[in-house]
Structure formats: C-alpha cells, structure tokens
C-alpha cells in the first residue's frame, strides 16, 4: 500500500497550469516539521513537493495562498528525467488525492476603526424599534 498524510504550511502561493490535453495541475511545497528539534533546539522541516489534478487543482489554485496550514493525503511518487547535460535526475512528490484546508495565516493587521454609534442596521432599519412579536 503506498499511502502518505502530510500536515504542514504553503512554502509559496500554489502554481496552476493546464496540459496540452486540457488537464489542470497545481503544485506547491508543503512545509513539514520534523517530530523532533535540531541541533540548538531548532525546529526542523521536511520541504515536500505536492502535485494536485483536476477539480481539486482548481480550487487549491483559487484558495491558497503561502502560509496556510494544509492536511494532504495522496501517494508517493519517484520519478526520473534525463536532465539537458545528460544526467539522470530524480524527484520525489506526493501525488495528492484530497487536500483539506485547516487554517489561514494570520496577519498582523490593525482592527478596522470604531464606526460612529448609529441607530440603523446594515439594511437601514431602525434597531430600536420594538418587535412585533
């Protein structure tokens, strides 16, 4: 059975593309933290290339952004290309099945400022009315 689940963040903002045959393909890398801490305490993470086709590719083109903290589930993949000096490279990618989004980065934005007290909802009714029932 050839089956990976990844929690980890969005190195970059996902990169959306369509084949030759009409096919959407996103990619991105996820930001994994290693179950333990480094040398100096420090945290350490795996960088792990995920790809994502079709409908889901769309969506996670549309939805995501660096940062976000994703649950990928999908397969490993080793693949193998000769390189334009002749060489034989490799790469290893996960080949995402689902993609759950679990939170957004938060940024460090100031509150929007207090509107004035006013008597009127957002569809311009009077709030203090009394209700008829």
Do not use: F, L
């Given at each position: 059975m050839n089956k990976s689940i990844l929690m980890g963040r969005l190195v970059r903002d996902p990169?959306?593309?369509?084949?030759?045959?009409?096919?959407?393909?996103?990619?991105f890398t996820l930001a994994v933290n290693r179950p333990f801490k480094g040398a100096?305490?420090?945290?350490?993470a795996d960088f792990i290339n995920i790809v994502v086709w079709g409908?889901?590719?769309e969506v996670?083109?549309?939805?995501l952004a660096k940062g976000h903290r994703l649950l990928v589930e999908g397969r490993l993949q080793?693949?193998?290309?000769?390189?334009?000096?002749?060489?034989?490279?490799?790469?290893?990618?996960?080949?995402?099945?689902?993609v759950d989004f679990i939170e957004q980065k938060t940024h460090d934005v100031a509150p929007p400022p207090e509107q004035p007290a006013s008597s009127m909802d957002a569809f311009g009714s009077n709030v203090e009315e009394e209700i008829p029932f």
């Open positions: 990169e959306v593309r369509v084949t030759p045959s009409e096919k959407t393909v996103c990619t100096g305490g420090k945290q350490e409908k889901i590719a996670c083109g549309n939805s080793i693949r193998s290309y000769e390189a334009k000096d002749g060489s034989r490279r490799y790469v290893t990618e996960i080949i995402a099945n689902s």
